[in-house]
Structures are given as C-alpha cells and as structure tokens.
C-alpha cells in the first residue's frame, strides 16, 4: 500500500510538471496557431541558465528565479513573436513545424556548445529546501515536491482567472475564435500573439526549473525530451481547452510512473515503456473526432517548374558521368561520405514526393529508412536484390499501416501522429532489434552482378544510379497525370472530394510510395554503414531530415541532393573539427529559423532567380484586362 | 427513369426529360453548437434549368451547399440526387454520382494553371467514370466555353478572383455533372462578364443540367432562374417563380428590406464590389 502511495506521490507530481508545461503549449497554440516543437528546448534552457546563475555564479535563489522566469523567458518568448512566428501566420502546416523544430535544434546546438555534456555529472541543481520533508500517511514527501504541486495548482487557477477575468485573457479568447473580428473590436492580435509566446515561455522555464531537480544531474537530452512529451497532454487538451490538458499531464503522469514500478523490469513491456506516452499520443490522435473539411483557404504551393523529360534525362545523365568521375578521385572515407551524401539524397527525396509534392507532413521518415536498413540486413545476405526489394515491401507496407490510422488526419494532427509513431518505435522497435542495446545490425551491400558493386567505386556509382533513376522517375511524375493530383490534393483536399477524389486513398497511396522509397534508402545506406545502430534512425534525425529538406527547397529533386551530402558531411567535420559539431546544429537550426520568412529555401531561392532571368530574357507574362485582387499575390 | 445526360454540348438528347427532379433536399436541419443554421429546408432542383437561392448574408445557403455535398452532415434530414439517397455518404462518392460545385470561398488548385485545373478535372471524371471522354479535349471546348482560353497558361493563384471563379465553374463542368450547385459565382465580375455568365448557365439548362445558384446578384438570378428559393435565418421564407418572389410581401420586409427596388440594385452592386 504506501508503495502505490509513493509511486502515486511521484506520479502526480512529474504530471504536475507535464501539466505546467502542456499549458504553455496550449496557450501559445490557442492564440497563435503555432505548436512550438521547441517547447522543451526552452526548458532545458531555463533550467541551465537557473543552474549557472545560482550554483556557479551564487545568485541567491528568489533573484534568480526572477531573472530566469519573470524576464528572460518571457523576454526570449516575446522576441521569438517577433522576430520568427510572426511571419508564419497562415503559412502550410510543415514551415510551422519545422521552424520550431528549427529552435529545438538550435536550441540543442547551443546548450551543448555552452554547457559541454562531458561535464554533465557535475551539475546538479538541489531541490528547493532540500532536506525537508513531510510525512503524510506512511509516505515521505519532500518539500520539493510540495512545491512542484503548490505552483501547478496556483499555475492552473491563475491562468482559468486570467482568460475568465482580465481584459488580456478575454481578448485571448477572442483572438482564437476570429482574429479578424477580433482586430476590428481593438484587440490587437500581434500584441496578443506576443504576450502569448510570453508566458508560454514563462510556463517552461517554470516547468523546467521544477523539473530539473528530480532528474539528478543535469542532462540536455533528458530534460528536454521530458518536456517535449508535454504534447502528449495538450493533445489530449485538444490544444484548445486548459482543463483537460491538466488532467492530461496528470494521468500521464501517473500511468509513466505506475509503468515503472510495476512492470517486470527487462521485459518488453518495460522497456517499451518509455515509449508509452507517444502511444498514447497515438491512441489519442486517432479517436479526435474528425476535422471537417473546412474550406476558405486559398493557397497554392509554390512548387518549381519541373523540367521536362529529355532536360531531366540530360542531368541524370551528368550526374551519374560526373559520379563515375568522383568515384575515380575520392577513396576511403571521402568516398563513403559521398556514397552515404547519395543514397540518403534517395530518403530525401521520399520527402520531396510526400512533402513536397503532396503537402503531407512526417516527422518520422528515418523509421521507414530503419526498417529498410533491417529487412535488407535478414533478407539481404550476401548483397541480394531480395533484400532491396523486401526493404522496399516493409517499409511501404509499414507506411500503409500507418497511413491507415493517419489519413483521416490532417496539417498538424497528422504530422504529430507520424512523429509519435517514430518514437514509439525507437523504443519498441530500434531499441530491441539493432542488437543489444542498439549496438549494431550488420548489413550487407546490396550486389548488382555484372557491375563489381562489391567495391567502394562500383557501390558509389550504383548509388548515384539509383538516385538518379529515382529523381528522373519522381519528376516525370510531377509532370504528368499523378504529380498533378497530388498537387490538388495539397491545394485543396475538399475540391477534389467534391471532385470525386478518395482523398484518403489518394494519401495512402502515397504514403505507402514515400515510406517504400525511404525503405529502398535505407537498404543503401545500412550496405553503406556495414553496421547500422538505432541511433540512425531516431526520430530526432527525422526532425532533421525534414528541415533540411525544406531548406533545399521542398520540391526540388537538386535541392534534395544538395542537403544529403550535407546531411553526409556532419560526422565528418564532427571528426576533423570537434568544436563544429554543435556549430552545424546551431547552424541546421538557424537555417530553419530563416523559413519563416523565405518559406521556399534556399533551393527555392536559386530557381526562382532563375526563373526569373528566364522570364527577363523573352517570355512576357499576358496582361490581363480585368484587374481586381490577386489571390495570394504577397506570397509569391 | 432515366438519368438526364449532362453533356453541355448535347441538348437535344435531354429536352425530353427537361423537368425532372434532380436534387431533392427533404426536412435538412444543421445546429452548430445550438445554433440552428438550417431549419427543416426543403427545396427541389430540375434538370433543364437554373434554381436560385438567394437570402442574405448567414441565411444558410453556403451550409446548404456543404450538406449537400457531404462536407457538412446535417442534423436531421435527407438529400436525394435523382433516385439515390445520399444520406452518410462520403463527398467523393456523391460527387460521383454527378454532381459538382463550386465555393464561395475560392478552393482553386493554386499551383497549377488554369488549363491544369480544369484537365485535373477531367482527369478526376476520367478515374472513376467509365464515360469520360478523353482529358484533353474536354478541357479545350470548356476553355473556350468559359472564356478562359486567353489566360488558359497562367497559374490560378495569379489571376483575378472573378476569374478563378470561373475556373472553379470550368473543373465543376469537367467531370460533366447532372447537378452543378454554384456558390457566388457572379462575384468579381464586371457588368459584361456577369451577363455573360447568365448566358452560360441559361445554356447549361437548356443542355438538360441541373443548376443550383447562390448568388448576392439578385438580378442576374431573377433574370435566369426558372425557380427561387429564398432563405432567411436558416429557413425556406418563399419560393416559386422569379415574378411570384419578387411580388411575395414577406421576401420584400425579411429579404429585400422596406427600400425600394432601385436601392436594391445600387446594393448588390456595392457588395460585388467588396467581394
């Protein structure tokens, strides 16, 4: 019995935390639209920053409590407004997620170049009055705790006072009911935007200075990933309604704990537990009632002319001549970069086709690359095409089951199902079966007879080739009846219903395409590694993967390249210039940051300059006699 | 019975079955939340001929739209398209069944040009239609049919509302539906591109469709309409022909207000002009 009080103490408490942190979420989401994937990076920071003030630098406790909740947070809160949210009002889904995606990453990039994880075990926060503590029936309870359970309570009853009472909290609510009509009554929806981002950041920084403490030694990943489950609960809110994202954070709470203390430790289920919340994540994304088809949006991606056929067959064709070319020149471990550069450039690209061209979100493509890597290493002995071709089936049928579940989702739900799908899997799945303890999976090179793929050169080239088979494939596509489809679906689902689409056979399907073309990478790249951990492909590296993605231009078969062999170069400046690798992730991180205000990328940005020159020199655009608005001319 | 043929380009073939119902809305109620957006409306449109419905700003009609196409489930009530009972149907299979429409907040394909819009269409028709003629050529003879041959290459989100208004009109043409339900298409255009819009919806009656018009202009509706329908605060106030909703006292007070007809007009155009 005082064993289920204890776990039930504990739990309530970690749910305490989840609930102040989940509402942060919530409120800045209400308000502005946005779910801030860095969420948990601004707790990690806070509680760093808390760390160095009071125990490095003896700021006494109550100062620095001010100084990190009461004005930096909010303070980098409202600069974040301004500076990178602001402009991704109305923006796609996927700019939204990545730009916050982008803070996490840079967020992480930063701590590690300021706080040096080598010293990790050095840093401990105390508890706040540490060494008391209360009995209370047969259970102890440390003040700390108190505390965590004070602040979450007096958190939740101020915030229902402030949106029932004041005059910010009312004009809050209206904003998320009809910022328009919200604008013309005097609210003023940027201010409202701002203070929202303000006190979500307050509530994290809160969040993870009470959270810090419990968690032993400070560490950057735990304690922000521990934050980042706080979507679990907002979800659970529905992102709209406070009260049930306490009760969310609270039962997560307690249903981690439990987990913990009753499970049969080294069982599968134990160790699967960690992935718990995102199954329930999961669980609870698929019975949200269904969003209806809301029409009223006018958009259309901006999507680069695809070349045409014979252009397309003509680079193709450069690439791979250019590649033999490199194959000759580079050895070692140059050439495994490149190598490893082309054969993610194919994952890449099941992203241009899934992002891209059908404006559908994952956040957990590195998963379907995994499962690739893993049916080629059983099926793939000795580099048989079996392997490939089982690499492909898994992972597009991996991708169908998941589909199934997703399609009826859409913009944001969907993505977060994706991602809690990949998460769940890196514990369930990457975890258990990459060796023990993720050690390793050998894989074999996927062998072509007749074409000495067996060497480093020949397994190089076939790469290429296949990259360019999938590249020159993909744009065919885009051209023709299908790419044609898919861009309607992604400009808008409720025309084609109206149509007679499927819709949701339609993003099945290509579901199912994308996560086959990840699985096909992954084969390649698990050939490429030899030995493949779970590490690869976690879903942190999905995250990334999607923002480079969207910074080499989400449509573009080039830009998608490109972003691979950078992608394939970090390790390497890792190894040459130790201090880089936490400067890429500022740097990966930054870059994302940018597509708030230049949503195309970088990729984007060369063609449109060449379009452009292309338009100068000839082509003239038809005028049109009878003016009136453009539909989205201040997009374009 | 047998089914009218929506052929535009076929008129002959359907004169006969000029009058059948096409689209029965039976008893349909839509609350949002408590508040009653539809109220047991029942209304009939026939093949071979415009249906208005008109009724002001929040009357209902775009949600009567979005019930019948399936975006919207209502209430209470039932929608038939010919002898079929659309009831719990997904938009995509009713739409198969051979209707389309348009929106009045605009849903274009954006990133695609204006000939692509109307081929995706086509092509849509293509897919689930064992009677589609070829994509192509189908989207030649709705471009000239609409007007839009001149911009016909420009992407849709470059071009003027009115305008992609009438590329919505065109992708709804191409998958040769029985029923075409139009939301606002008038909005946008000038004197001459509305008149000639009426002339293109009195010809797609006559071609033996089924047209259902929500339209702010309530000249161009009395003018083609064989019937109105007249929606306020979610319920059927009038209906009959032009002359008998024009004269009914109760349209005047709820609809058309105390003003005079002049004051009307000089209105419509007005709220044209903000759309």
Redesign the interface.
Known sequence: MSEFLTYTVIGLVTGCIYALTASGLVVTYMTTGILNFGHGAVSMVAAFAYWQLTVQWHVPVLVALVLVILIGAPVFGALLERLLMRPLQGKPVELQVVVTVGLLIFLLGLANLAWSPAASATRTLPRFFSGHSLKLASVFIDYHSIVVVIVAVAVAVGLRFFFSISRTGVAMRAVVDNPGLAAMTGARPYRIAQFSWALGAALAALGGVLLAPLQGALNIDLLTLTVILAIVPAVIGRLRSLPLTVAGGLVIGLAVTYAVGYLPPNSFVAKAQTALPMVILFVALVLLRQE??R?????????ARAPSLSRSLVAAGVFIAAAIVVSELLSGVNLGTATRGVVLGIAFLSLVLLTGYAGQVSLGQMTFVGTGAYAMAHLGHHGSPVGALAAMVVSGALGAVVAIFAVRLRGLYLALSTLAFAYAMDYIFFDQHFGPYGSGLSVDRLHVPGLGTTSDKGFFVLGAVIFAVAGVGLLALRRG?YG??L??L???P??????????AYTKLAVFTASAALAGLAGALYGGQQHLVTSADFQTFNSLVLLLLVLLGGKSLVSGALATAVLYALFPILQQHVPSLSNIQYVLVGLGALTLGRNPDGLGGQITRLRDLMADRSGRT??S?T????????A?? | MSAPTADPTDGAKVASSGDDVVLTVADVSVSFGGIRALDQVSLTARAGGVTGLIGPNGAGKTTMFNVITGLERPTHGRVRLGDADLSGMAPHRRARLGMARTFQRLEVFGSLSVRDNILTGAEFHRSWSRHADDPASVTDEILDRVGLRAVADLRVDAIPTGMARLVELGRALATRPRLLLLDEPGSGLDENESEELGRLLVELGHAGMAVLLVEHDVDLVMRISRQVFVLDFGRVIASGSSSEVQANPVVRAAYLGTQPANDLDDRTVADRGDA
Do not use: K, W
């Open positions: 209806r088809l029409s009223g949006r006018v958009t259309g991606m901006n999507i009846r044609r489809r861009a309607a992604n400009d808008s409720q025309a084609c219903a109206t149509l007679g689409v499927n819709i655009t038809p049109l009878s003016g009136g608005d453009r539909l989205v001319g997009d374009r």
